[in-house]
């Protein structure tokens, strides 16, 4: 989700962006290996893990991690800047939601109470200046020897000059981006600095790894590239892409395909010394 501290999506906050990110959870959950891919136990009994999904939306992310803790108690807080993207019965569902801006300082009561601080997606909302300091502030809320885990595109991502001149839709598609964002003081290359940002934060024992991700004709399952590929054309819509290039872009597409670069980094909150 992209968001802004003035409550308003980037790409919108109604039904419609709710069926794009539920389309493009599926699509990241079918070709990343794991949800989680920082090393949290997941199948302790005592005490309850404690896990916090920043810019949830209606928490597709985390009603799915539960379902991997069957034989551990957990505990989930979702929070998101636009609450009109919660489930409708989200007051009395398992998982607590509460409206929250990454820009924003967080409870009190959040710092050092996590297991797992999770973001995907967000911040392109900021500058750099501004996501390192979002950064630090979710690692201030990890438990000592918590997680953090977050994920971000770069949308410049894998394209020499051979590769745009073979996809050159898809690389104008990263540079709309690009553009679009910062045009707003924001930022479509966030995945190239999480590393620094965790490791500014004082985390230890960080770990990226990046995943170029077929989309479209290509993907090694032809439902999953038309899934991806129908959420970059609505992107691409939504940022200003006239129907002259989105219609180059979806037969790109449909034709030839291609990747997009994600970065997921995770790091350790050092355990206080005795």
């Not at 502030?137 to 918590?146: M, Q, V």
């Not at 077929?214 to 993907?219: D, K, L, Q, S």
Request: aromatic residues 6%; glycine residues 10%.
């Amino acid at each position: 989700m992209i968001s802004k501290s003035d409550n308003d999506y980037v790409l919108g906050e109604n039904q419609d962006e709710i069926d794009r990110l539920q389309m493009q959870h599926g699509w990241l959950k079918a070709t990343i290996p794991e949800l989680i891919l920082a090393p949290i136990d997941r199948t302790r009994k005592h005490p309850t893990t404690q896990i916090l999904d920043s810019g949830t939306a209606d928490g597709i992310w985390l009603r799915d991690v539960s379902t991997q803790f069957a034989s551990s108690p957990i505990s989930c807080i979702g929070t998101d800047i636009s609450p009109s993207l919660f489930p409708a019965n989200h007051a009395t569902g398992e998982i607590q939601y509460m409206a929250q801006s990454i820009k924003d300082p967080w409870p009190v009561e959040f710092e050092g109470r996590f297991d797992l601080v999770h973001q995907r997606l967000v911040l392109a909302c900021c500058n750099p200046h501004e996501a390192e300091i979002a950064v630090a502030n979710l690692a201030s809320l990890g438990k000592p020897g918590g997680w953090i885990q977050l994920m971000e595109c770069d949308h410049s991502g894998g394209f020499s000059p051979e590769t745009a001149a073979a996809h050159p839709a898809l690389a104008q598609f990263g540079r709309l981006v690009i553009s679009h964002l910062d045009t707003k003081g924001q930022c479509g290359q966030q995945g190239l600095y999480l590393e620094r940002y965790l490791k500014q934060a004082g985390l230890v024992n960080v770990t990226e790894k990046v995943f170029d991700i077929p989309v479209g004709r290509g993907a090694y399952k032809c439902e999953l590239g038309d899934v991806a590929a129908q959420n970059i054309i609505q992107v691409a819509k939504k940022m200003g892409g006239d129907d002259k290039y989105v219609e180059q872009l979806a037969h790109e597409l449909e034709t030839i395909g291609g990747t997009q670069r994600f970065h997921v980094v995770f790091g350790q909150r050092p355990i206080d010394p005795l």
